[in-house]
């Protein structure tokens, strides 16, 4: 195998283990993430640009992006009532993330 043929497979996505999925439907799935990267990654590979393969940034109100990885901490979990809990979050740069009532994300470890 070429060492240009070995950087392309360096940068192809890695398929999403069955464990990394919820099961609960939500939009958008891992695996959906998964096959966006992958179709780019398919193109980028063919025009042998691997420019295609950085996306332009999208102005958005939220630190967060469906598609994008953003590591925080937790910085207090208070306990509401017998089954509640509410989460408090430390976004990079003192961010927020601007979320509405009835908005939420989804974590997973």
């Known amino acids: 195998m070429s060492g240009n043929e070995d950087d392309w497979l360096a940068l192809k996505p890695q398929e999403p283990s069955p464990s990394q999925c919820c099961g609960s439907g939500c939009k958008p799935c891992i695996y959906d993430i998964y096959e966006k990267e992958l179709a780019q990654w398919e193109?980028?590979?063919a025009k042998?640009?691997?420019?295609?393969?950085?996306?332009?940034?999208q102005s958005s109100n939220s630190e967060l992006n469906p598609d994008t990885f953003t590591a925080f901490s937790i910085s207090s979990v208070e306990q509401l009532t017998e089954d509640t809990y509410q989460y408090r979050f430390e976004l990079p740069g003192n961010s927020s993330l601007q979320l509405g009532l009835g908005q939420h994300i989804v974590l997973r470890g």
């Open 48 to 57: 042998q640009d691997k420019s295609l393969l950085v996306e332009k940034e």
């Open 43 to 45: 193109r980028a590979k």
